[in-house]
């Protein structure tokens, strides 16, 4: 059974500080994705990382794909306190193409 | 926006109660896909549809059913609710099958008394 596993679970950082949220799985999966939730609402798809060594970013968030060691990353640079959400990695299995998501990173950006 | 519509956006129901959950789809999106959040986790995949067929199913007891329909709307229907069946349910679209990214709605919450 497919493990999805996010690291820290959760991160309370000050304005203008950078830091890695870490994405860990236990299979082989070639895409991978990265989702925002802010409380109450729905998923707002962020990245989808098609291939290993795929590198994606916008604005102040970029992610990372290393399909060989099974580890993806989301890189924050300069927190601002409008980034302060949930954020969930999620990794494509099976014929169906479903996803299993990890436990998620609950973010606290702090003045 | 994502186009991707659901319906009740909050219902309360009773143990042993049956609930349908509906979900519209962006133009042109053939596959409908269903997760159940509970409170703290991440979403869990239950089911997807695809060309009016079940097209893969997660661990969720068969209780849990679904439709789509020809205009590639679907529903969640589930029977003899439990308490742990309180969760947000998130509908995601997307095209022919999969093609690397979900459209979610923004979800309904059901809560079980």
């Known amino acids: 059974e497919l493990k999805v596993e996010q690291n820290p679970l959760f991160l309370s950082m000050q304005e203008g500080k950078n830091y890695t949220i870490y994405c860990n799985y236990s299979t082989t999966s070639d895409r991978l994705y990265w989702y925002r939730q802010d409380p109450g609402k729905s998923l707002e798809s962020l990245f989808v990382l098609l291939s290993n060594g795929a590198v994606k970013q916008e604005g102040r968030l970029m992610a990372s794909l290393d399909t060989k060691a099974r580890l993806s990353t989301l890189h924050i640079t300069a927190a601002v306190h409008d980034l302060s959400a949930t954020y969930f990695c999620a990794v494509e299995t099976g014929t169906a193409s479903k996803l299993t998501f990890g436990t998620g990173t609950r973010l606290q950006v702090t003045l | 926006e994502t186009g991707v519509t659901q319906s009740p956006t909050h219902l309360i129901k009773t143990r042993g109660q049956q609930v349908t959950l509906r979900c519209s789809s962006q133009s042109g999106h053939n596959t409908v896909s269903w997760y159940q959040q509970a409170l703290g986790q991440g979403p869990q995949f239950i089911f997807q549809y695809y060309r009016e067929e079940e097209n893969g199913r997660g661990n969720f007891p068969p209780r849990f059913s679904g439709l789509q329909f020809p205009n590639y709307s679907s529903e969640l229907n589930v029977n003899a609710l439990e308490l742990d069946d309180s969760a947000l349910y998130l509908c995601?679209?997307?095209?022919?099958?999969?093609?690397?990214?979900?459209?979610f709605g923004e979800g309904s919450r059901l809560t079980v008394l």
């Open positions: 995601a679209t997307s095209v022919g099958g999969f093609t690397g990214e979900l459209f």
